[in-house]
């Protein structure tokens, strides 16, 4: 079955009970038992709920996992799978991860014990230097934000295998649609569904998903256990979301392409983050362990152009953080999603001032452009 058909008709698609071709939402937070003891398969909502197993069943199949979760945030996914270990483990992580992960890493984690060595992922040598006798996992992003480097997903789990250390790869920025880390060797995915999943910028959700049956047996004692679980109401959202993601991404890969070739073009743009763009570096690694380059665009104004200018120019695309939604979303990192990265190591990492992150929706992409060339003109 093609992708775009399996995102449709995979996982629980219909209501066994009536046939309802879209998932009822449950919301109910407890279910009657027939009878004392046994083992019912609906008993209470925090342990599982119908709706929200539906989507769970559906980003497991689109994954190519054995059980998917669902969380309250991409931030409860992510916490929830660093729940899997113990204090005096250690973990390798990418150094350019999303800054609220670096966050519960950082002023969470460590305080209960957990220890974390940050690392440039494309440098294999650094990641297999980094692994020690306690080490349990390795955990990074691909592409990243917001210089969309690529990390080679089958090498970094060689390394993992060798070492039997398992792979986590937040799968956020790619999607299933472009991107399938467990048929690459990684053991967890784990997405915030706030962005392209849910697709309308309008729910909060995480999602992890497993290949490993004891993982996921584990995954399901702690999603039990820390309570963190996505409500009936947003779990349907981010179904529906996911059943258009198809015609989204299709869309979405159009624009980028149009806008990717306006602004390497353009004279106030000093140079463009893409790794679709033939000369990237991540060009090669992005055609062999990805079947789309995402939506995600980064680009530097030459110096002395005025950022405040452009930005405040533009009409159609707005200013706003986040991404992945079907509206184009713009921010500066510096001043915005990673203005908490001091200015010194900000700038040794390429983030620079001029730095611009765009999340290329699904407008018509004339008015995209249009508003693009207004707005840089004034910058
Ligand atoms: C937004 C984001 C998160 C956090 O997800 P929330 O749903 O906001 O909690 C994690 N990873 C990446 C790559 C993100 O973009």
């Known amino acids: ?135 349990v996992g390795i955990y990074f992003e691909t592409p990243t934000n917001p210089l969309l480097e690529l990390a080679d997903i089958k090498q970094i789990a060689q390394i993992g295998k060798e070492h039997g250390v398992k792979i986590i790869v937040d799968n956020t920025f790619a999607t299933p649609y472009n991107q399938q880390p467990l048929r690459l060797g990684a053991d967890i995915v784990v997405h915030s569904a706030t962005k392209y999943l849910g697709g309308h910028s309008d729910v909060v959700a995480g999602l992890a998903v497993t290949n490993d049956a004891t993982v996921a047996e584990d995954l399901a004692f702690l999603q039990n256990s820390l309570g963190n679980v996505l409500g009936p109401d947003d779990s349907w959202l981010v179904q529906r979301g996911i059943k258009t993601l198809g015609a989204r991404m299709r869309l979405h890969h159009e624009n980028t392409a149009a806008i990717v070739d306006f602004l390497t073009q353009h004279p106030k743009v000093k140079r463009v983050l893409y790794p679709g763009l033939k000369t990237s570096p991540n060009y090669w690694l992005a055609t062999t362990q990805m079947t789309g380059f995402g939506a995600m665009v980064s680009f530097e104004l030459v110096s002395g152009a005025d950022v405040k200018a452009f930005i405040e120019s533009l009409e159609v695309i707005t200013l706003a953080e986040s991404l992945g939604g079907i509206e184009s979303l713009i921010e500066v990192p510096a001043i915005m999603t990673h203005g908490s990265i001091p200015r010194k190591i900000r700038l040794t990492n390429g983030i620079s001032d001029e730095l611009i992150r765009l999340s290329v929706g699904i407008e018509a992409k004339e008015d995209l452009l249009a508003d693009l060339k207004q707005a840089l003109a004034h910058s």
């Not at 399996?6 to 937070?29: E, K, M």
């Not at 559906?58 to 190519?64: A, V």
């Not at 929830?80 to 519960?104: E, K, N, P, Q, W």
């Open 1 to 135: 079955m093609k992708f775009e058909t399996q995102l449709i008709h995979c996982g629980n698609s219909l209501d066994q009970a009536t046939g309802a071709v879209s998932i009822p939402i449950y919301r109910a937070s407890t279910f009657k038992q027939t009878g004392l003891g046994g083992n019912p398969k609906w008993e209470y909502g925090r342990t599982g709920n119908p709706t929200r197993l539906a989507l769970e069943k559906l980003i497991s199949d689109l994954e190519g996992g054995v059980a998917g979760f669902a969380f309250a945030s991409g931030s409860a996914a992510i916490h929830t799978v660093f729940s899997l270990f113990s204090a005096g483990d250690h973990l390798v992580i990418g150094s350019d991860v999303y800054g609220g992960t670096f966050r519960l890493v950082d002023k969470v984690l460590k305080r209960f014990g957990l220890e974390f060595t940050v690392v440039n992922m494309q440098d294999l040598a650094a990641v297999r230097a980094a692994i020690k006798d306690k080490t």
